[in-house]
């Protein structure tokens, strides 16, 4: 194993970290505010994806790109992942507010199938993979003979900068220190003027926005999307947001970021078959080594 | 605080086992055990009709349809009409041995369906133990004739075949120097893949180690680094053709022009409509296709098929179409709809079906059908124009 021929497989574990970080934010900021390991955020990108699909097929003419379209759309689709997290929670998650977290949990496993099912019952959308209607183009930059493209930095580059937005809301405004607030005793929060349930609808929100950049980036990059995308994707960002400590945004980005680089070294340096065990292995190592994540002292001191 | 996180994590486990049972869906069946009566011939139809294989699922039993539709319009077969109990296997081993059972426990005579390997396989032993035929339409890893059931006949001519004219291909057409093999970890799938590769030992063409890239895998960044790395210079990939579509993108995106080459699973419309445009020079081994068959029953197959279901037929449709003949011809010969014989017809039988003739070996596998190489020309499925076999 060569530092030169590791080099690309860290950078191409970047695309796939991106991802997941995004998507591991909603977990984790869910997770912080209500103990909540929401099963149906996946389906939230898996739902945001065919928005985006949708309205991409509408106003697009052939398979040209055109970036205004893509932006607007990115923009609408985020508020749609956002206003169906915020659906989800007000509709099923807050009538069981005083239920036992397992319970909720179970209703999230709900949710996630009605959502996979209903998109498969949606005659536009159904259970086929559909091709993004919009190609990017392959223009780009070469370093050490390995190619990539304008699109993949950008993509990147969006990641990076909502989810130092998110981080910056919740460690640095008054909104983020009612929802650190609401996080650390729902009740004292409440005696304190907070209205809890406004908050934690904008956790869901903001969840739920960037699941939804996180739909329109990656639909974008692996050009097809399906009805059952959201529940390994889910998954794995879950991991991410174990790995990272589960609770804070932080650690969701670093815990994405690596779990991403992780699969994808252990796809170059051992092949495809050994991606999923080296990077788990790792997760069995970090929960041993430190059991609340990487970043998760916040947690342990707050639990 | 340490015991509270461990129960919490058992939780999560539990949730995780209870997500692995809510995620198998279920189909009702299209007819249900009060339809049948002494003038029907029940024959059920496991096929993947959710899930990421729903497609081709429907399409094969789309084409068992248009053949029972024929059949019953012609009298039926010895006075009694088919009647298909359709069953989701989900492409799924647990389910599909669900399936399995549902229809033995419905009293179906027969069964004539599947797409995926790894599904069928498991549920063989059902069919077995009920003692009826097991006509796979399209699953066809050589595995599932091993188990050495007298029962199980495959249509689809299935893996030995197509990793002779991959081998073919790349030796004589392609010249390949060095090869790249993948597959989706399915049982069809690593059974081409390594058939593949055996074949190609005593030859020039240098195979790397089969990669074996799990099934919900789409980034395929990673395995594209290794492409490059270990200078390949073609890519057989012998899964489904989700992924396909995905990593022939990625590669040409990546700058990789190198031949791609898919196997039978991967050949489907939906190919061509996700990768677009990079699609096209990709190749495929597959078994002729009624689409590729010229004569007249082939054109009024694609006729029918597309006036009844206002879609044309998938790569399998046909399979579902002689599937059904196979049985219904079996049973005319023997004369009767009991199982036992009618098994024991479909060892003798020989018919000009769709897909080629039609006759099954001593372990149930097809004979009288061949492998081509496509190529995709302009957004089509074509013959290629350099054969293997030429």
Known sequence: MTWTVVVPDIVAGLFLGAFLALVAVGYSMVYGILRLINFAHGDFYMVAAFVSYSLLAAVTVGTKINWGNVVWVGIVTMIAGGVLAMSVERLVYRPMRRAAVLSVMIAALGVSQVLENGVLNIPAWGSNYLPFPVTPPSAGFNVDGVHYTWTQVVIVAIAAVLITAVWWIVNRTMLGTAMRAVAQDRAAATLMGINTDRIISLVFFIGGALAGAAAVTSSLYYGQINYLEGFSLGLQAFTAAVMGGIGNVAGAAVGGLLLGILESVGTGQFGAQWALLFAFGALVLTLWLRPTGLLGERVAQRV | ?390
Request: net charge neutral; with cysteine.
């Open chain 2, 1 to 390: 605080m340490r015991i509270k996180s461990t129960t919490c994590l058992t939780g999560v486990a539990g949730v995780l086992l209870a997500a692995a049972f809510v995620a198998i869906p279920s189909v009702a069946p299209v007819a249900s055990a009060a339809a049948t009566s002494s003038s029907t011939y029940l024959v059920g139809a496991s096929e993947p009709m959710t899930g990421a294989e729903a497609q081709a699922g429907t399409e094969i039993y789309d084409g068992e349809l248009l053949a029972v539709d024929n059949i019953n319009a012609a009298g039926g077969v010895l006075g009694h009409k088919i009647s298909l109990v359709e069953e989701d296997d989900a492409c799924d081993p647990q389910t599909s041995v669900n399936a399995a059972n549902k229809l033995v426990s419905l009293g179906v005579q027969a069964m004539v369906g599947g797409y995926c390997s790894s599904a069928a396989q498991p549920a063989e032993a059902i069919y077995a133990r009920a003692g009826i035929p097991n006509i796979q339409a399209s699953a066809n890893s050589s595995t599932l004739t091993q188990a050495g059931y007298h029962n199980v006949f495959l249509v689809d001519p299935g893996g030995p075949l197509q990793a002779q004219e991959a081998v073919g291909l790349f030796t004589k057409v392609l010249k390949t120097k060095t090869l790249f093999i993948a597959d989706d970890q399915s049982t069809y799938a690593v059974n081409v893949a390594q058939l593949t590769a055996k074949g190609l030992a005593r030859t020039s063409v240098k195979v790397l180690p089969v990669e074996a890239i799990p099934s919900t895998n789409v980034d395929f960044s990673a395995v594209i680094q290794t492409v490059r790395t270990d200078k390949a210079t073609a890519i057989y990939w012998t899964g489904y053709f989700a992924q396909a579509a995905a990593f022939v993108r990625q590669l040409r995106a990546a700058g990789i022009t190198i031949p791609f080459v898919c196997a039978d699973g991967a050949v489907d419309p939906t190919f061509i409509k996700d990768a677009g445009a990079t699609a096209n020079g990709t190749y495929a081994t597959i078994s002729v296709l009624s689409s590729f068959l010229t004569g007249s029953s082939a054109k009024a197959f694609d006729h029918a098929y597309a006036s009844k279901f206002h879609a044309q037929p998938g790569p399998y449709s046909a399979y579902g179409y002689d599937g059904i003949y196979a049985l219904a011809d079996a049973a005319k010969a023997s004369g009767s709809l009991a199982p036992a014989k009618v098994i024991k017809a479909l060892h003798g039988l020989k018919f000009a079906g769709l897909t080629g003739e039609v006759s099954f070996a001593a372990d149930g596998s097809r004979l009288g059908a061949h492998f081509v190489v496509l190529e995709v020309i302009g957004g089509k499925y074509k013959l290629a124009p350099q054969q293997p076999t030429m």
